[in-house]
């Protein structure tokens, strides 16, 4: 069984027991689950390497969950999982994918309604079915056909993130297999889109029998839908499709090139190929036309493709017909407003909005420093929640000061220690609805790095939460508007807000806006590239409220170079005096 398998399992028991209300175990087993989706090496290798005890090493994994672990990698089901499943038999993973409705609200639709599954709940709530019922109104009602229409509208794409470590699992396997030169994943996945469709996966091997008789026989794998000589195409357990091509060496960059698209992308090169009275194919560049095909010039690396139709490469965050062709095109003639250089992965030395078990984070400020210098972090900031924000134990003006004095005297301890991280005071402050901040000024002007964010009110006119929000970026404490629209990937639409408003006056005031790397992942790639353009900094912030986040700054920066973002435009890549001088004084 595969990473994404079991943890989907042990999100699954995790909401079966908060439809029990048992305390702190749901919470425990979603943890879990979060972990294991994260690793990069398959809890069976760890299994089979290290038995039950190295199970047990996993975070957060106790005996009675390792032990679940181990049922499910070696027989495939767990009698635990099966027994809770039995008394609420609905379809979880589809339920609670539209938001607002957690656990409990699943449970009593079952047992009040016998809603199973998506159908159920869109016709029982098109019939008012669900307004009548006690604990839920109109309104929820509302809300959930709002929730059905979404989730509708992103069916069977996946978040980046939770389907890339799967993706490098198969990826690195496929790597270690005899007669395997090069593998590569192309499509959405090396151009970083937000959501994957399927993965398109490309190996150079003069044996391709081999390659698709493993690949179609992965543990990953619940069906095959094609098994051919160089192209196989398989469903995973996690429900994504993933194809499979063997390629032979001399078009290994015409290929990648082919299948990394964009669609449109790949169309532009073409065209331009043919302007040059050549053709462009998934074989390579050749002399001629399609029907009368001649000498090939091109193909072995997608380097030397672009430099035969007069380009520079141009990198796959970036292939989306956003300008990009023009650009390099101009920068291959020496012309200005070439290509940018853009944020490199790795780049990223400070994050500056972390949560700690101050508010709704897991894990003590120590420990999140701990696990930032493991990950090579240069500074962090702790942005815990403020107290309008109840349900997360927000600070207020008393406890925020003690956590100023806190961090000082950890600072203290590190340097001791001759650690090199600086720890930074912050604030995650909420907006409250006039546009005034949680906390009061003389509070706000304490601490190194503040953001703002929304997190009430969601559904106010564009005109007014617009202005609710200009009217926090021009306090003189603000330094960083956190996830600025407030979307939520696959859950949550973003709020009606005026962006070109938003950037025009972070230009003005000196506001950083954020690009939110985890699944909010907002700044969107188009807002981001008019930052750029409009001399608007960001931010790339893990907003972590685990200590195993940090991770997830990879995506981030993905977000970052699909919106054409450099070095300059990111604070947190720079070393933090030069970031710290940079913010409102
Ligand atoms: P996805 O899977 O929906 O997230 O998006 P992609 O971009 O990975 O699309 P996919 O998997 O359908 O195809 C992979 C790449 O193959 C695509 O980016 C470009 C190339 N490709 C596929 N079909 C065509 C086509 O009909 N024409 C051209 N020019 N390229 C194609
Ligand atoms: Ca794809
Ligand atoms: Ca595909
Ligand atoms: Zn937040």
Redesign the pocket.
């Known amino acids: 069984m595969d990473n994404n398998s079991i943890a989907k399992i042990l999100y699954e028991v995790g909401e079966y027991l908060e439809m029990q209300e048992v305390p702190f175990k749901p919470r425990a087993y979603e943890k879990v689950a979060q972990v294991i989706e994260s690793l990069e090496e398959p809890v069976l290798e760890i299994y089979k390497k290290g038995g039950l005890k190295a199970v047990e090493e996993i975070q957060g994994v106790g005996l009675s969950i390792a032990e679940k672990i181990e049922e499910l990698l070696k027989t495939g089901k767990l009698k635990y999982y099966d027994q809770l499943k039995k008394k609420t038999p609905v379809n979880l993973s589809e339920l609670s994918k539209i938001e607002g409705l957690g656990p409990k609200g699943i449970k009593k639709l079952y047992q009040k309604l016998g809603i199973k599954d998506m159908a159920d709940l869109e016709k029982a709530a098109k019939a008012g079915k669900i307004g009548k019922l006690a604990g839920f109104g109109p309104k929820s009602e509302e809300n959930i056909l709002k929730g059905i229409g979404f989730a509708k509208s992103f069916g069977g ?1 996946f978040l980046i993130g939770s389907v890339m470590p799967g993706i490098r699992q198969i990826q690195n396997r496929l790597r270690g297999l005899n007669n395997v030169k090069r593998v590569e994943v ?4 090396r ?1 970083r ?1 937000e ?6 996966f490309l190996v150079i091997s003069d044996k391709p029998k081999e390659i698709m008789d493993y690949f179609v026989a992965m543990p990953e794998v619940l069906k095959v839908l094609a098994h051919g000589d160089t192209k196989s195409s398989v469903k995973l357990r996690n429900g994504m499709n993933a ?1 499979l091509r063997v390629l032979p060496e001399e078009s290994y960059g015409a290929a990648l090139n ?6 449109t992308h ?2 532009a090169l ?1 065209q331009i190929a043919i302007k040059k009275g050549l053709t462009l194919s998934e074989y390579g560049l050749f002399k001629g036309t399609a029907e009368k095909r001649g000498k090939l010039i091109a193909g072995k690396t997608e380097e030397e493709i672009y430099e035969a139709l007069g380009m520079d490469y141009i990198e796959p965050e970036m292939r989306e017909m956003t300008g990009e062709i023009e650009a390099s095109l101009r920068q291959a003639q020496g012309k200005p407003n070439g290509l940018p250089k853009l944020i490199k992965y790795g780049e990223i030395k400070g994050d500056l909005q972390i949560q700690t078990n101050w508010t709704d984070g897991e894990n003590s400020i120590e420990e999140m420093a701990e696990a930032a210098i493991k990950d090579g972090l240069e500074y962090i900031a702790i942005t815990d929640h403020t107290k309008r924000l109840a349900m997360t134990n927000g600070l207020d003006e008393k406890r925020i000061l003690k956590q100023m004095a806190e961090i000082d005297a950890l600072n203290l301890k590190l340097k001791t220690k001759n650690l090199k991280l600086r720890i930074l005071k912050g604030s995650e402050c909420d907006i409250l609805k006039d546009g005034s901040m949680d906390l009061p000024d003389s509070i706000l002007s304490k601490l190194d790095v503040v953001g703002a964010s929304v997190h009430s009110l969601f559904n106010l006119p564009q005109k007014e939460q617009t202005a609710r929000i200009v009217r926090a970026m021009r306090n003189p404490n603000v330094d960083i508007l956190f996830h600025p629209t407030g979307r939520i990937l696959q859950r949550r639409e973003p709020y009606a807000v005026d962006m070109d408003e938003i950037i025009k006056v972070a230009k003005e005031t000196g506001t950083i806006l954020e690009i939110n790397a985890s699944e909010r992942a907002d700044l969107k790639d188009e807002y981001i590239k008019k930052c750029v353009e409009a001399g608007v900094k960001m931010a790339i912030d893990s907003d972590s409220h685990t200590a195993n986040h940090f991770s997830s700054i990879e995506y981030g920066i993905a977000q970052a170079r699909r919106g054409w973002a450099e070095k300059k435009d990111i604070i947190n890549a720079w070393p933090v005096e030069k970031m710290l001088s940079f913010l409102k004084k």
């Not at 082919?258 to 669609?263: E, N, V």
């Open positions: 794409r192309a499509g959405s996945t151009r889109k959501t994957i469709g399927d993965a398109d194809d082919y299948f990394t698209g964009s669609k790949n169309v073409r």
